[in-house]
C-alpha cells in the first residue's frame, strides 16, 4: 500500500472521520472495516485488500498538512504532536450527552504517560523509574501492548519508527488536563506502594445473565474499540499496583490474579472449564512469551490457582473446610447426592420448595467442587479474610459501646499532630472604588430604551443554529418593541385563578421556561417583565412529568405563588401532555400553572408607556433557583438595586464599552451566564453572541471560529469548553484570538481549571492570545460575582503581573490550614488565583462551621463579602436567610487575666455593624489581596474530622487510566452519612466494552490512589453503564439528583465495591469478657437479693382446678375407646378441600374402627409387636390420625414424617429417608399416591427404591379382626417426635403416654375445649404443637376440629378466613407461614371479601404456633389488614414450644390480652434488658409468648454458668412441667453438647429440682392483668368479645411504662398499668418474653446479635427486597436478600443493606448475596432454615444474582 502521508487529502479526511465515527461509537467494528477497505481499496495492491481488514485502527486522528509533516521523527505544530505521516494524535473528544445526541459509545482514550509537561515543567522526581526498562512495545520488558499479531507483523517495517514515536511522545492535551494536578502523584504513589504484601481479593460474583446485559460484557471478537494500539506502559508488571496501605490487596498480581466469577453453566461444560483453569495457571507468564502467540485482541486473564488453607491463621476455617482447593480428580468425581436443581421449582408451591432445600449437602461434600461453579465460595470468603486480618490504617479508638455521644466523638476525632493556624487574624479587604463611567444608563429599562430608540439597528443578541450558522439577530430596536408587547400583554391579559379572575400586577412572580437554545425569546421576555414590574424566576424546562428536579423546581414555584408561566410556542409544543385531554400534563409537585405564549403578542397602544412604571429600587428584581448540598431548591431574591450595582461593578471590571461584541457560551439564566449576557450587556450596549449547547458537543470549537469571524472581544466559557476547543485540532489553523481581551472562565474557582487555562493558553498564544486575557472568577447565587480577575491587570490600580498560584499541602488543606508544599510532592495541590475583590465590596473569610469568627491569614475558611450586589434573601426562608445573608464576623480577643494565673478568657466582639453574605465558596486570602478558592460548601465532606473537597477526589481518580474504563466528565463523587460520619461515594460511567476483570482492577487502583494521596478511604465506588447518571439541562452531572437515586436504590450501577472494613474506623469497640472467677452465680444471685430483684421464676395455673378425671392421667387410646362407645356419632374431624367444602368426615366411632383395622394389619402384614417403631408418611389429613391411633392401639411407636415434594424430590428425599434411618423404623406405613413416589424413577437417582423398610398401604384390608388394645404403662413411649430445627439440627424426643395425657389436660383447661366447641386447624400435623392439635387434643376433649391442609392455603388464600366466617369459629390456631401469605394474599382483596359477607367478629382467640420470638411487625399488619372484616386485634397471639415442651405457653380462651414492651437492642446485645418508651432510638417491641399453661414453671437461667437470673435478665429459658418430652431418642451430629436438655439443675438456690433446657433466650416481667385469671364458662363472653372490635393493634397492650432507674446497677424497675379496665380485680402474672434461640445467635465484636433483628432492618431498606436471612461464616457477616425486581437492581441493594446494618447494628456486612425469590429455605412452621442456606452458600448451589464482598 502507498505510505499514508501519500494518500491523497480527501482520503485522509475520510478516514480520519471514520475513526472518529468508530471511536464515538457511531459505527461497528465490521462496518469501520467494510468502509475503511472501501476507501483503500484504489491504493492498495491485491494481497493487501484482506489485510486492512483485520487491521486496527489507529488512534482518533486529524489530518495536517503534509507540507508540515517531517519524514524524520516527529514535529511539533502549534502545540499538537504530529507523526512522521502527517496526522496528529490527540486522545480524547468532548463528552457527549446522549439526551440530546447520538454519540454514546466509547468517547475518551487511554491516558499514557508522560515524562514532560508541554510547558517544560519537569517530572516529580522519581517519575521517569516507573518506566519499563525496555521502555519500547518490542522490548521484553513491556508486554500486554494489545496489539493483535497481525498488526504488529504488518508494521514491522517502521517498527522502530513505531516505536520511537510512542517512547518520546510528548503529553497530549487531554492528559494535560489533569496532569499538573494529579497525573504523576498518583502514578508515583501507585508505584511507591508496589513492594507491598499483595493478598488476592475475591472478586464478586455475578450470573451470566447479568454478565451479558452489563456493559462490562462484550464478547464478540470483532466489538469496536480504539486503544489496541495507543502505548500501554501501565500493565507491565513492574507498575503494577496494590491496594492502600496493606489493608487493601492487589487484583492483578500474576502469581495471586482475581478469581473469576462462577458463570453458569452445565456440568460437563463447568468441569472442562475447570480443567482448563487449571491449564491456564501453568502457562507460561506472558512476559516471555512471543507477542506473535497471542491472537486474541487482549491477553488471557490468568485465573489464579486456588488459594491454599491457612494454616497459621487463627481465622481459618473449620478443618472440614481446608481440602477445598484440591485440584485432583476427585474434585469432579459424581456425588452421592446431586445438588438440588432449583431451577424447575413450581411457583405454586413455592413454600414447599423452601422446606429443607439443602439439607443433602454432607460436610464430605463441601470439601469437593461442586459442578455448578468453578470456585468454592469459602474460598473467596477466605481470600476476604485474608485481605482484612492486615492492619487498618489507625487502631479503633477506646470507647464504650452503648454512648451515643462517644459514637459521635469517635466520627470527629481531633487529630493532636495536625497542622494549626499560625498566622494573624486576617484584616478584611477592600475592592476598589467604584466609579461609573459618564453617560451608563441609571438602569436597565434606561438602558434598553435608550439604545432601542438610538441605536434600534444595532444587534444585541445573536444565536447559532446546531449547524453553527446564524439564524437569528436581535437588534436593540425589536428587543425594545418585543418586551413592550410583553409588558402590554402582561398588564391586559386576564388569568384565571380557581373561581376569581385576575391580572398581574406590579410585584407579582412568573416562571420563564425557555430552552437552552432560545435565548432572544428568553431576553425579551425577561425585559417585558422588567418593564411590567414583575419579578421573573427563570427554571429548566421539565423534559417530563415524573423528572425529579423539576418536581424540586415544582415546590420552588409553589412556595413563590406562581401561577404564570412564560413561553415560547415551540417550547409549548414540547411539554409533556396529558394522554387523556391533549393539555399540558400536571407535574408532580407542580402548582396548576397558566402558560403564556410571549411570541405574536399584538402592538401596544400608543398611549402606553413603560416608563410610566415606577418601582422602588429595594423591590424585587428577579428570583434565581439554587440547590443545596441536598439538593433542595431554593429561590435567591435580587432587588433591583443590587442588580444594577452588580451591573456597573461589572462593567468597571471587565471594561466593558459600547458596541463591544461577546461570545457566551454558558447558561443565560443563572449565574455568571445571566449577569454578563442578559443584563450587564444590555446596560452597556454590547453584542452577545449565543452558542447553544447541542452545537458546543458537536463542534466544539465554534466560540473560537466565532471569535476570530466576529473579531469578539470578550467571551464568556468555562474551562470544558477550553478543554474541548483544544481537542479539535484540525480547526485550529484558521483560530486567530487577537482580538480578545477578556476570555472569562466562569468555574476559576475550580482546581481542574488551572491545568486547562495553563494549557489553552501555551497552544493559542501563537495565536494571538495574551497571557493576560484569560480572567479566572469566582461566583455564587448568593454574592454574585465573589472576585474576578481583571482583564490587562494594568489600568485598574493592581500590579500588571498580579496573578498568582499556589503549591499547597492537601493534608494541611484537609485540616483547614495552608501550607506550601513542594511541587514534587504527592500530596500537593496547585491552585490558581481567581482575581481580586469586586469594586466596592468587602471581603472577609471566617470559620465555616460554628460561629463566624475571622480566620487566620493561613486558615481555610468560608467567603463572606458585603457590597450593594448581593442578594438579599432566599425566599420564603426566614431562617436560612439570617444565617447566610446576615452575618456579622467576630474578632476573638484574648483577655489575660489580671493577676496572671487564671485561664485566658476568650472575647469575641464584631469588626463592624455591616451584614455580610456567605458565599459558599471555601478559600483564602493570598499577598495582594489575591482570592483564592479550594473548594465549595456544597462539594466538601468531612470524614473523620478532616475536610476533603469532591473536585479534588474526581481529579485523583481520573488520573488512574481513566481513557480505558471510564467517560471523563461523568464523575459523581458525594458523601453520605452512615454510623454518624460521612463517607465518600464515588459513581462513575464505565465504558461498554470494559470486561468485570478490568473494572474490578480499575476500582482497586482507584481505592489506593485516593487512599495514598488524600488520606481517606472511599466508601462505596459504583460504576453505571454509560448515560446513566442524572444529567442537568447543559449536560453535567445532577449530583444531588445522584446521591438521591444512589441513597434510594434505583441508580441500577454494573458494578459496586463496598469497602466498610477499611473506611469505618468509629466502630463499637469489641466487648471483652472478663474472666473474672471471683464472681460467680452464686455472687449474682446475691447481689440481685441485695438490691430487691425478684428471681426471674413463674407458674402456670394449678391443674388441680380441673375436674377430677382430669387430674390423674389417662392414656388417649382408653380416651378414644370411651368416647367411641359413648357417642359414636359425633363427628370429631372435618377435612376441607382447597375450595372451602368438606372433602371428609371423621366420628369417634369411624376413627376407633379404622384404628383398630390398621393395627391389624400392621401386626399381620408388618408383624409388628409392641415397641416397634413404625414411620407413617401420609399428607395433612385423616388417614394420618387414622394410622396414629392404628400404631397406639398396637403398642407399636409412631413417627409422623412429612411426605417429600415431588417436584423437588432430590432435596426433601433424602430428608425422608434419613429420618426413617435415625429413628431406626421397621416398616413404613403411607398411602398408594406416596408408595408410587418413593419407588419412581425419579426417586431412585436420589435413593435406591429396593433399599427402603417394607412399606405397606394403609388401604390394604386384614384378614383378621384386631382382637384388643394393647396394654401399656404410662411411662412408656407414645410417639417420638422429629423436627428439623431452624439451625438445621434433626433431632427426635420421646414422648411418653403420661405426658401426652398431661399436655391434652393442660391444653383443654387452658383452651376450654369442649365437645360443642370448634376448632379450626391450619397447620403442618407433624411435629411440637401442631401435630398436638391436629391428632391429640380433639381426640382427647371430644371438640370438632376443622382441618385445613396448609398448601390448600396456597391454592386459595381466603380459604382458611371463609372457613372461620362460615362455621362460626371461636378458636382456632395457625402458623406464621399461613399468616403470611394471607397477608400478603389478600392485601388488595378486603372489598371482594366483604361482598362474599366473610365476617370474622366470631373470632376469640386465634393463636399462631410457634417456635421463635412472635413476630410484631407480621402481626400488625395481619390485624391492621383483617379489621376491616371485624377481627378483633387483641385476639391474635403466639404461643411458644419447644423440643423438649412441645407446648409452654399457649393464649387461652380467658387469658388477659399479650403485654408489649419495648426494649433496648443495644442491652440486648450485651445480654441485658432495658425497657425503653415507645419510639425510642435502638427501641425493639417484644410481645409475650402468650400465658403459661397450667403446671407449667419456667425460671430464667445462664447458659453458661447456671446459675439463676434475676427478673428483667436475658438468659435461657429453663422449664419444669409433667409434659415435658422424656428425653433425646437420638440428634443426628454431635450428642455431646445436649447430655443436660432435660435434667439441668441449677448451681444456686434449688440445686435439686430437674429442669428441661429450652435452648430459648428470653426474660420474665411481672405484669398486671386486665382481668383475674378465673375458669370461664361457655356462655360467658370473653374479654375479647366484649371489647370493642374497633380497637387498633396499639390496644394489644395500653402498657403504661413509668420507669424509674434505681440508683444501684441501673436497673430498671417499672410499673405497667394497663388500660383495659374492665374488671376492677388486677392481678399480677409473669409475662415470658421470648428474644431468640441460643444456637442461632450471632458473636461478632463480643456482642450477641439475633438474625431476626438484623433481617427486620434490611426488609425495611428497600421495597424489592422480598426476602433476607443473616449467617456468619469464619467471623464475616453473609446477608442473602431475595431480589423481587429485575436483574439489573440487584446491585443497588449492596450499598443499602451495608449501611442500614451499619447504622442500626454498629455490623460491616462481610457479604451481600442477592438471590432469586424463594432462594431462602423456609419450613413449615414459617421459620428459617439459617444453617440450611448457609451450607447452599458455601457449597455454591445458590444460583445467586450477584455476589458482593465488602472490603
Known amino acids: 500500500m502507498e505510505h499514508p502521508s501519500s494518500l491523497p487529502g480527501y482520503v485522509r479526511e475520510k478516514l480520519a472521520e471514520l475513526d472518529l465515527e468508530l471511536s464515538e461509537g457511531d459505527i461497528t467494528q465490521k462496518g469501520y472495516e467494510k468502509k475503511r477497505a472501501k476507501l483503500l481499496q484504489p491504493f492498495l495492491k491485491k494481497h493487501e485488500v484482506d489485510k486492512v481488514k483485520s487491521t486496527p485502527p489507529p488512534p482518533y486522528y486529524n489530518v495536517k498538512d503534509a507540507n508540515n509533516s517531517s519524514s524524520h521523527g516527529n514535529v511539533s505544530s502549534d502545540g499538537v504532536i504530529v507523526s512522521s505521516e502527517g496526522y496528529s494524535y490527540v486522545t480524547e473528544v468532548p463528552s457527549l450527552s446522549s439526551s440530546q445526541q447520538r454519540h454514546s459509545k466509547k468517547i475518551d482514550f487511554q491516558v499514557g504517560k508522560s515524562s514532560a509537561q508541554q510547558g517544560g ?293 481531633k487529630d493532636p499532630n495536625a497542622p494549626k493556624p499560625e498566622g494573624s487574624t486576617m484584616t478584611p479587604v477592600q475592592g476598589e472604588q ?173 398611549e402606553f408607556n413603560v416608563g410610566n412604571l415606577r418601582v422602588d429600587d429595594s423591590a424585587a428584581a428577579y428570583i434565581e433557583y439554587t440547590t443545596d448540598k441536598e439538593g433542595s431548591v431554593m429561590g435567591v431574591t435580587v432587588t433591583r438595586a443590587a442588580m444594577i450595582n452588580h451591573c456597573r461593578a461589572l462593567t468597571m471590571a471587565c471594561h466593558y464599552t459600547e458596541g463591544e ?79 480578545l481581551r477578556m476570555l472569562l ?178 478559600g483564602f486570602l493570598g499577598p495582594g489581596g489575591l482570592v483564592f478558592v479550594c473548594g465549595s460548601r456544597d462539594g466538601l465532606m468531612t470524614v473523620t474530622g478532616r475536610k476533603h473537597n469532591a473536585d479534588d477526589i474526581i481529579a485523583t481518580v481520573l488520573a488512574v487510566e481513566p481513557m480505558r474504563f471510564i467517560y471523563r466528565g461523568r464523575i459523581a463523587v458525594f458523601s453520605i452519612k452512615v454510623l454518624r460520619d460521612e463517607r465518600v461515594c464515588v459513581i462513575a460511567e464505565q465504558r461498554p466494552d470494559c470486561s468485570e476483570e478490568e473494572s474490578f482492577q480499575w476500582m482497586s487502583r482507584v481505592l489506593q490512589a485516593v487512599d495514598s494521596i488524600h488520606q481517606v478511604g472511599i466508601y462505596c465506588l459504583a460504576l453505571v453503564p454509560p448515560n446513566h447518571l442524572p444529567k442537568t439541562p447543559l449536560g453535567g452531572i445532577h449530583l444531588c439528583e445522584a446521591r438521591r437515586r444512589f441513597l434510594e436504590g434505583s441508580l441500577h450501577p454494573a458494578n459496586v465495591l463496598m469497602c466498610p472494613h477499611t473506611c469505618v474506623t468509629n466502630l463499637p469497640k469489641p466487648r471483652e469478657l472478663h474472666q473474672d472467677t471471683g464472681v460467680g452465680p452464686a455472687s449474682v444471685m446475691v447481689g440481685n437479693l441485695v438490691q430487691g430483684n425478684r428471681l426471674a421464676e413463674a407458674h402456670g395455673r394449678d391443674v388441680g382446678l380441673a375436674e377430677d378425671c382430669e387430674r390423674k392421667p389417662q392414656l388417649i387410646t382408653g380416651v378414644l375407646r370411651w368416647r367411641a362407645n359413648t357417642s359414636p356419632d359425633h363427628i370429631i374431624f372435618t377435612l376441607l378441600n382447597s375450595k372451602g367444602a368438606i372433602a371428609k368426615t371423621l366420628t369417634c366411632s369411624e376413627l376407633h374402627k379404622r384404628a383398630e383395622k390398621i393395627a391389624a394389619l400392621l401386626q399381620e402384614r408388618g408383624r409388628i409387636e409392641a415397641g416397634d417403631h413404625v414411620a407413617l408418611i401420609f399428607p395433612p389429613g385423616l388417614d394420618l390420625l387414622c394410622a396414629f391411633y392404628g400404631c397406639l392401639y398396637l403398642g407399636a411407636i409412631p413417627i409422623t414424617i412429612r411426605p417429600p415434594h415431588p417436584q423437588n424430590l432430590n432435596t426433601t428425599l433424602p430428608t425422608v429417608r434419613m429420618i426413617v434411618d435415625v429413628s431406626k423404623s421397621g416398616i413404613v406405613l403411607s398411602i398408594q399416591p406416596i408408595i408410587k413416589l418413593l419407588k419412581s424413577r ?56 403420661r405426658s401426652l395425657s398431661s399436655l391434652c389436660a393442660s391444653l383443654k383447661l387452658a383452651c376450654e375445649l369442649y365437645p360443642s366447641r370448634h376448632v379450626a386447624l391450619c397447620l403442618d400435623p407433624y411435629c411440637g404443637l401442631g401435630f398436638v392439635m391436629w391428632t391429640l387434643i380433639g381426640v382427647y376433649s371430644g371438640h370438632h376440629s376443622i382441618l385445613i391442609a396448609p398448601y390448600e392455603v396456597e391454592a386459595n388464600p381466603s380459604l382458611w378466613l371463609s372457613t372461620l366466617s362460615q362455621h362460626r369459629v371461636r378458636d382456632t390456631f395457625c402458623s406464621y407461614g399461613v399468616i403470611e401469605l394471607c397477608t400478603k394474599a389478600l392485601s388488595n382483596s378486603i372489598p371482594s371479601l366483604k361482598q362474599r359477607n366473610i365476617d370474622l367478629r366470631c373470632v376469640r382467640t386465634c393463636v399462631v404456633v410457634a417456635e421463635e420470638r412472635p413476630r410484631v411487625q407480621l402481626t400488625q399488619q395481619f390485624c391492621k389488614l383483617f379489621q376491616a372484616l371485624g377481627l378483633n386485634t387483641r385476639c391474635v397471639s403466639t404461643s411458644f414450644g419447644c423440643r423438649v415442651n412441645p407446648a409452654i405457653c399457649v393464649q387461652g380462651a380467658s387469658s388477659a390480652e399479650s403485654a408489649q414492651v419495648y426494649v433496648d437492642m443495644r442491652a440486648l446485645r450485651n445480654n441485658r434488658v432495658a425497657l425503653v418508651e415507645r419510639g425510642a432510638p435502638n427501641s425493639l417491641c417484644v410481645i409475650e409468648s402468650g400465658k403459661l399453661l397450667p403446671g407449667v414453671k419456667v425460671i430464667i437461667a445462664n447458659p453458661d454458668t447456671k446459675g439463676h437470673c434475676g427478673d428483667s435478665h436475658l438468659g435461657e429459658i429453663w422449664v419444669q412441667a409433667p409434659h415435658n418430652a422424656n428425653g433425646y431418642f437420638t440428634i443426628y451430629g454431635d450428642e455431646t453438647d445436649y447430655n443436660d436438655h432435660f435434667n439441668a439443675k441449677l448451681v444456686t438456690g434449688a440445686t435439686s429440682e430437674l429442669y428441661a ?83 442461632e445467635v450471632i458473636s461478632l465484636r463480643g456482642m450477641n446479635y439475633h438474625p431476626i433483628d438484623i433481617e427486620n432492618s434490611v426488609m425495611r431498606c428497600h421495597k424489592k427486597i422480598a426476602e433476607c436471612a443473616v449467617f456468619t461464616w469464619t467471623n464475616l457477616l453473609v446477608v442473602v436478600v431475595e431480589l423481587d425486581g429485575n436483574e439489573s437492581e440487584a446491585l443497588d441493594l449492596v450499598p443499602l443493606v451495608t449501611n442500614t446494618v451499619l447504622e442500626d447494628h454498629q455490623l460491616i456486612v462481610g457479604v451481600v448475596v442477592v438471590v432469586d425469590p424463594g432462594v431462602v429455605p423456609i419450613n413449615s412452621r414459617g421459620e428459617k432454615q439459617r444453617m440450611h442456606l448457609r451450607d447452599g452458600f458455601l457449597a455454591d448451589q445458590l444460583d445467586p444474582i450477584y455476589v458482593a464482598y465488602n472490603m
Not at 519499563?132 to 513491556?142: K, L
Not at 466609579?435 to 438602558?447: F, M, V
Not at 418586551?483 to 386576564?494: F, R
Not at 416562571?511 to 427554571?539: E, H, K, Q
Request: proline share 7%; with cysteine.
Open 745 to 922: 472562565v466562569a468555574d476559576g474557582a475550580n482546581p481542574w481549571s488551572l491545568s486547562s487555562c495553563d494549557q489553552f493558553l501555551s497552544v493559542f498564544q501563537a495565536k494571538g492570545l495574551r497571557s493576560d486575557a484569560i480572567c479566572p472568577c469566582a461566583s455564587s447565587s448568593e454574592v454574585f460575582t465573589v472576585s474576578l480577575r481583571r482583564p490587562g491587570r494594568g489600568s485598574c490600580g493592581f500590579s500588571p503581573s498580579a496573578t498568582g498560584r499556589g503549591v499547597l499541602s492537601m493534608a494541611a488543606l484537609s485540616h483547614g490550614v495552608v501550607r506550601v508544599d513542594s511541587e514534587d510532592s504527592l500530596t500537593s495541590l496547585t491552585l490558581q488565583d481567581c482575581g481580586q475583590v469586586m469594586p466596592a465590596a468587602q471581603m472577609v473569610v471566617v470559620r465555616s462551621e460554628g460561629v463566624p469568627v475571622l480566620c487566620k491569614t493561613d486558615q481555610v475558611g468560608e467567603i463572606c463579602v458585603t457590597s450593594g450586589s448581593t442578594s438579599a434573601s432566599y425566599f420564603g426562608l426566614d431562617g436560612m436567610t439570617n444565617s447566610t445573608f446576615k452575618v456579622q464576623p467576630l474578632l476573638e480577643e484574648f483577655e489575660q487575666p489580671k493577676d496572671g494565673n487564671g485561664t485566658v478568657n476568650v472575647i469575641s466582639k464584631q469588626i463592624g455593624e455591616e451584614f455580610y453574605v456567605r458565599s459558599g465558596l471555601l
Open 1242 to 1297: 425419579e426417586a431412585a437417582t436420589s435413593i435406591d427404591p429396593k433399599t427402603w423398610p417394607p412399606i405397606l398401604d394403609i388401604d390394604d384390608n386384614p384378614k383378621r379382626k384386631y382382637a384388643g388394645i394393647a396394654t401399656v404403662t404410662f411411662d412408656s413411649s407414645a410417639y417420638l417426635d422429629f423436627s428439623v430445627s431452624t439451625c438445621g439440627r434433626l433431632s427426635g424426643v420421646n414422648i411418653t403416654h
Open 1557 to 1639: 433446657r429450652t435452648g430459648y433466650l428470653g426474660f420474665l416481667r411481672r405484669t398486671e392483668c386486665s382481668q383475674a385469671a378465673s375458669l370461664l364458662d361457655e356462655t360467658t363472653p370473653s374479654v375479647a368479645s366484649r371489647d370493642s372490635d374497633t380497637e387498633s393493634l396499639n390496644s394489644i397492650s395500653q402498657l403504661q411504662l413509668n420507669f424509674s432507674t434505681a440508683s444501684l446497677g441501673g436497673n430498671t424497675e417499672h410499673s405497667l398499668i394497663s388500660g383495659a379496665g374492665n374488671c376492677n380485680d388486677q392481678e399480677l402474672h409473669d409475662a415470658v418474653y421470648v428474644v431468640g434461640a441460643v444456637d
Open 121 to 413: 515543567h519537569v517530572g516529580a522526581p522519581g517519575y521517569e523509574n516507573m518506566r519499563p526498562q525496555g521502555g519500547a512495545v518490542g522490548d521484553p520488558g513491556y508486554q500486554n501492548t494489545r496489539e493483535p499479531s497481525g498488526f504488529q507483523n504488518q508494521q514491522s517495517t517502521n517498527n522502530s519508527q513505531h516505536r520511537q514515536r510512542r517512547t518520546q511522545r510528548k503529553v497530549t492535551h487531554n492528559e494535560k488536563r489533569y496532569h499538573s494536578v494529579r497525573q504523576e502523584a498518583v502514578q508515583q504513589a501507585l508505584a511507591a506502594l508496589k513492594g507491598r504484601p499483595k493478598p488476592s481479593l475475591p472478586m464478586p460474583s455475578k450470573r451470566t445473565s447479568v454478565l451479558n446485559r452489563s456493559p462490562g460484557c462484550n464478547d464478540e471478537l470483532d466489538s469496536s474499540t480504539d486503544d489496541e494500539s495507543i502505548p500501554e506502559e501501565n500493565i507491565s508488571p513492574d507498575k503494577e499496583y496494590n491496594y492502600p496501605r496493606d489493608h487493601i490487596s492487589n487484583s492483578i498480581l500474576p502469581p495471586e490474579p482475581i478469581i473469576k466469577p462462577p458463570i453458569r453453566e452445565s456440568s460437563i461444560g463447568s468441569q472442562q472449564h475447570s480443567r482448563l483453569d487449571v491449564k491456564q495457571n501453568q502457562m507460561p507468564n506472558p512476559k516471555y512469551t512471543s507477542s506473535n502467540s497471542a491472537p486474541d485482541r487482549r491477553p488471557p486473564q490468568n485465573l489464579p490457582p486456588l488459594p491454599t488453607s491457612d494454616t497459621s491463621s487463627t481465622d481459618s476455617p473449620p478443618i472440614a473446610y481446608k481440602r477445598e482447593n484440591d485440584l485432583s480428580d476427585k474434585a469432579f468425581k459424581q456425588k452421592q447426592f446431586n445438588a438440588p436443581d432449583i431451577t424447575q421449582f413450581n411457583n405454586a408451591h413455592r413454600a414447599a420448595d423452601r422446606v429443607t432445600r439443602y439439607v443433602n449437602v454432607t460436610q464430605n461434600e463441601l470439601n469437593e467442587a461442586d459442578a455448578n461453579g468453578k470456585w468454592k465460595v469459602s474460598a473467596k470468603i477466605q481470600q476476604l479474610l485474608n485481605t482484612l486480618k492486615r492492619p487498618k490504617r489507625r487502631p479503633l479508638p477506646e470507647f464504650y459501646e452503648d454512648n451515643d455521644i462517644e459514637l459521635e466523638i469517635a466520627a470527629n476525632t
Open 661 to 739: 461584541t461577546i461570545v457566551c457560551v454558558l447558561d443565560f439564566k443563572r449565574e455568571v451566564g445571566l449577569w454578563h449576557s442578559v443584563l450587564t450587556s444590555v446596560l452597556n450596549g454590547m453584542h452577545v453572541i449565543f452558542i447553544p449547547y447541542a452545537l458546543m458537543k458537536l463542534r466544539p470549537s465554534s466560540w473560537m471560529q466565532l471569535i476570530t469571524k466576529h473579531r469578539a472581544s470578550c467571551c464568556l466559557v468555562k474551562s470544558r469548553d477550553l478543554h474541548w476547543g483544544l481537542l479539535a485540532t484540525k480547526d485550529h489553523k484558521d483560530i486567530s484570538l487577537s482580538s
Open 434 to 606: 467604584l466609579s461609573i463611567p459618564a453617560g451608563l444608563p441609571r438602569t436597565l429599562e434606561c438602558a434598553l430604551q435608550r439604545y432601542g430608540t438610538n441605536s434600534f439597528k444595532s444587534p444585541m443578541a445573536t444565536v447559532l443554529d446546531p449547524n453553527g450558522k446564524i439564524t437569528t439577530t436581535l437588534t436593540y430596536g425589536k428587543l425594545l418593541s418585543r418586551a413592550q408587547k410583553i409588558a402590554y400583554a402582561l398588564s391586559t391579559k386576564i388569568f384565571s385563578k380557581g373561581p376569581e379572575q385576575v391580572t398581574l400586577k406590579a410585584g407579582d412572580r412568573v416562571a420563564l421556561v425557555y430552552p437552552n437554545n432560545d435565548p432572544l425569546s428568553f431576553i425579551t421576555a425577561w425585559y417585558g417583565c422588567m418593564f411590567r414590574g414583575l419579578v421573573p424566576l427563570p427554571i429548566e424546562l421539565p423534559l417530563s412529568s415524573s423528572d425529579t428536579p423539576p418536581q424540586q423546581v415544582g415546590f420552588l414555584l409553589s412556595s413563590c405563588g406562581i401561577t404564570v408561566a412564560l413561553t415560547s410556542e415551540a417550547c409549548l409544543k414540547g411539554l409533556p401532555k396529558s394522554t387523556t385531554t391533549g393539555e399540558i400534563a400536571k407535574l408532580k409537585g407542580w402548582p396548576r400553572l397558566q402558560w403564556f405564549v410571549t411570541e405574536h403578542l399584538p402592538k401596544p397602544p400608543k
